[in-house]
Structure formats: structure tokens, C-alpha cells
């Protein structure tokens, strides 16, 4: 058997074949993705669960089914971390937040998210579950009551978030693989900030049964990989209809993974003019355009498109993300479940009070204070309302746009990666770090980040692809064109080069 350090840097594809061949053992992989978890998470923070036996016990028993001569799934022994904020029946369930734990034990689910049994039924191996921004409110993963995760290219710097356990986990080789959860950007840019590939589906292409809400018309379970093809194989999998999930898509799903490779010379490239100009950084431009050029060169047409309501994108999004959220996170009460606490005063809503402004952090409360503002009487017409009739015309920019081309590139965040606690006492500052994501997410619409080169302080840059609902298989060919031809792929953070053993 080959040494089974060398398939922590292995792809996802190359690990399950390797499991499915008999050429390594699934317990054997899982072993040494262990050995870099104890390794490096001291340094990162990007877990907040995992238990190594169940690890293992996860992955003998897929060896077992393979001396049984049982067929394997397409995640044969491939360690996939979890986002916190999905449902695992064998594992906490966080959130990222003080008031999911009572008595000192965090809640545990009494059932798995769907995308968690589909890991399962793949044969994956659940690594454990990943730190998050609180209720996945947040940018740079630091809203999380168990601290900040930090960026392994600099370990001074953010991850980007929600989801910026997951990223880190993938960068640094913790996991094959992730899955995150994107309302705003928050798979897209974490897989930029940490030179990690990030795949957010169209709206309803994947199950949220299971998924903690923060805002139900526009979260949305995706993948992260170190490739392409990895994220599309978990995505693959993950996806398709779920009669649990009335919002669940009944659209085929397309094979992604083939789609990787193939001939892009007829794609058509947009370039939206409202992406490329006053506040992006100018090594992030000059790499995105880079990689658009990149694209021309291997055959793709090049067109100016006009996105001309992305303007209005930040303000219409925290309008309408924020009255879901605070609709969503009334059920964390201190009745049914998580934590309570009980004030001197005896009554029912001073127990609601003191168990809210003790179990919520800083962010969780000014969202759901903004979100129930707006739909306060007196102000859902003003800006409630109004937010979703622009809603509307962004949909309709990307629909005019899509008449025109195939996928529009941009790239992920208008700034690289940026400094722990710089933007923390400036929300608003870090609200406008999510310009290039929130549009697509508005629109419903798939999109991924694919890494660009660093920048020259060694910062990761990413590009953007959006495709029209239900391309994902477009989305992934011109990712992995542009992928094949980066003379930064396969770069490794500097803080994930740690000694595994």
C-alpha cells in the first residue's frame, strides 16, 4: 500500500479511487488526516468538535464493506469537515453561539441534516464540525463565541467567513473536503481568502433541511475543495431534490465532476463594469483580469455587461437578510432547547430577555434588532417592501446579462484578506467586503471562487464565475479551464507546511 501521508495532498477523486482499489485503507487516510488536525489546529482554530475515535470508527467500517466486496460510494473514505450550523445526530451542534449550550453540554440533533446522510451514504468520512461567524452572521469568522479562526497564510489575518472553519480545514489539508453554508458570499469568499475552491449552488439545488436558518430565501449548502473537481464531486453528490425541503429544486442534477475539462472555446464571458471599479484593490484587480485574459487565450469570447443595481446590493440585502433572521432566531428562546437563563424577576419574558442578551453575541443582536425594525408597523413598506422589489431588478440585470453571455467573471472581494479586529468596531466597513458576493446570492443564482495568484505580500486573490440558475456543470468547465492553467495552483499556505508526524 502506498504511504498514506501522501494522500493528505492527494484530490478528493484520487483518495476515494485509492479506497474504492483497495490501494489504501480508508483507515489509514483518516489516520493521517488526524495526524495533521492535532498538527495544525492548535494554530488555526477551524474546528469546534471533532472526536478522533468516531473518525475512525467511520472509516473501518467502510473498509469493512470493501472486504465485504460491497460496492463504495463516490466519497470512499474521503474526510469531509462539516460547517457547525448543520444538524449532526452524532455530533454538537453550535452554531457558533453561547446559546445553543445549557448545563455545559452544547445541543446535539437528534437527527442528521440531508446533506450530512448524503456525506453518508457516499461513504465519506464526517472529519467533525467546523467554526463559524455566530449563526453565520459575519465576514472574517470572528463573531464565533469560541473565538476567531485565523487565516493559515497569515496567521495575523481572517479567514473570511461565515464559513471560514471550513476553508481553513481544506487549506490546510485537515479535510478533502468541506461543506459551508452561503447566504452573502460566505463559502465564495473564505475559498478566496485561504486559495481554497468554494461552490455555491443555484437556490434550491440543495437541500436545507437541517441547516440552522439565518435567512430562508437565500441560504444555500455548498462545497469547498482544493480543486475543482472536488468541490463539484461533493456538490454532486449533496445535491437534488428533498421532499423534506419545500424549497428543494425537483431539476435534475448534472454531472458536475464531468463537466471539469471540457471545452470552453465557446463560452462567452461577461464582465461587469460595476465589479471593476471605486474601492477594489488594485493587486486584486490586476489578477482577476489576469485570469479573464487567461480565459480569452484558451478561447473564451471577452463582452462588457452592465449590472447597473449592484449598488443597491449591501443595503438590500441586510434588509431582507436581517428581518428573516430575526423571524428565524425568535425559536432560541430558552424554552425548548440550548441555554437558560433565569433572572431575579420571575416571570416568562424576563427569562426571554436574560437568556437572548446573554446566549447572542454583539453581531447576532444588531441583526436581529435591524430585521425586526424593518418589519415594524410603520416601516415594512419603506424598507421591507421596497428591498424586495429591488431584489427583483437585480434578477432582472442578471437575466439581460445572461442573454448576452454564458458566465460572468469578477472577482470574489474587493480587498484581500484583512488584518484580526481591524473591522470589527466598523461593521459597516465589513459589510462592504461583500459587495461582489451578495448580487448572485440575491438572484439565487450558482457561482464559485476559483484561486487567483497571491498577491505580492502572498495574500490569496479569487475569482468569481456566475452562471444562469442551474448551470452549475457551465460553472465548474470554465473553473477548472482557468484552474489548468493558474501558475499558482496547487500553492500551499505557508502555516499548513507543519510537520504532520
Known amino acids: ?268 464571458i461577461g464582465v461587469p463594469e460595476e465589479y471593476f471599479g471605486e474601492g477594489l484593490d488594485a493587486a486584486v484587480e490586476q489578477r482577476v483580469r489576469r485570469a479573464i485574459e487567461a480565459l480569452r487565450g484558451a478561447g473564451c469570447t471577452v463582452h462588457a455587461v452592465h449590472l447597473p443595481h449592484t449598488r443597491y446590493a449591501i443595503a438590500t440585502y441586510y434588509i431582507l437578510a436581517t428581518a428573516e433572521a430575526s423571524s428565524n432566531l425568535a425559536r432560541f428562546d430558552g424554552v425548548r432547547f440550548g441555554l437558560r437563563v433565569h433572572p431575579q424577576r420571575g416571570d416568562l419574558e424576563a427569562m426571554y430577555t436574560s437568556t437572548r442578551s446573554t446566549g447572542f453575541g454583539a453581531e447576532v443582536k444588531r441583526r436581529i434588532m435591524l430585521g425586526t425594525y424593518v418589519l415594524s408597523a410603520g416601516y415594512y413598506d419603506a424598507y421591507y417592501l421596497k428591498a424586495q422589489k429591488v431584489r427583483t431588478l437585480l434578477r432582472r440585470d442578471f437575466d439581460e446579462a445572461f442573454r448576452q453571455v454564458d458566465v460572468i467573471a469578477a472577482p470574489a472581494s474587493p480587498i484581500p484578506p484583512w488584518k484580526l479586529g481591524e473591522k470589527l468596531d466598523d461593521p459597516l466597513s465589513m459589510y462592504l467586503a461583500d459587495i461582489y458576493t451578495l448580487p448572485a446570492s440575491l438572484a439565487g443564482l450558482p457561482a464559485i471562487s476559483v484561486p487567483c495568484e497571491p498577491t505580492q505580500d502572498g495574500l490569496p486573490v479569487g475569482l468569481q464565475l456566475i452562471a444562469p440558475a442551474f448551470q452549475e456543470a457551465r460553472l465548474c468547465a470554465v473553473a477548472s479551464a482557468w484552474e489548468a492553467m493558474n501558475p499558482a495552483r496547487g500553492l500551499v499556505a505557508p502555516h499548513a507546511h507543519v510537520a504532520a508526524g
Open 1 to 268: 500500500m502506498a504511504d498514506a501521508d501522501d494522500w493528505t495532498h492527494r484530490s478528493i477523486g484520487q483518495i476515494a479511487a485509492g479506497v474504492q482499489h483497495g490501494e489504501v485503507s480508508a483507515e489509514a487516510v483518516a489516520a493521517a488526516f488526524l495526524r495533521r488536525y492535532e498538527a495544525i489546529e492548535p494554530q488555526v482554530h477551524a474546528f469546534l468538535h471533532l472526536q478522533s475515535a468516531r473518525v475512525v470508527e467511520q472509516a473501518r467500517a467502510i473498509d469493512a464493506k470493501r472486504v465485504r466486496n460491497e460496492a463504495l460510494g463516490p466519497l470512499a473514505g474521503v474526510p469531509i469537515a462539516v460547517k457547525d450550523s448543520l444538524c449532526t445526530i452524532d455530533a454538537p451542534t453550535s452554531c457558533g453561539s453561547r446559546i445553543l449550550a445549557r448545563d455545559g453540554a452544547v445541543w446535539q440533533p437528534p437527527y442528521d441534516a440531508t446533506v450530512v446522510e448524503k456525506l453518508r451514504s457516499a461513504d465519506a468520512v464526517l472529519m467533525g464540525k467546523t467554526n463559524l461567524d455566530e449563526f453565520a452572521m459575519g465576514s472574517s469568522t470572528e463573531s464565533s463565541a469560541s473565538g476567531p479562526t485565523l487565516n493559515p497564510w497569515d496567521l495575523g489575518r481572517v479567514p473570511g467567513g461565515s464559513s471560514g472553519g471550513s476553508a481553513v480545514a481544506v487549506a490546510c489539508r485537515m479535510s478533502a473536503g468541506a461543506l459551508g453554508s452561503d447566504t452573502g458570499g460566505s463559502i465564495r469568499q473564505p475559498a478566496a481568502f485561504t486559495h481554497t475552491v468554494g461552490l455555491k449552488p443555484t437556490y434550491g439545488r440543495v437541500s436545507r433541511y437541517g441547516l440552522v436558518a439565518y435567512a430562508s430565501s437565500l441560504d444555500q449548502v455548498g462545497s469547498f475543495g482544493s480543486d475543482v473537481r472536488g468541490a463539484a464531486r461533493i456538490l454532486e453528490v449533496i445535491g437534488g431534490h428533498d421532499p423534506r425541503d419545500a424549497t428543494s429544486a425537483t431539476a435534475p442534477m448534472e454531472k458536475l465532476e464531468a463537466a471539469c475539462g471540457r471545452d470552453v472555446r465557446s463560452i462567452r
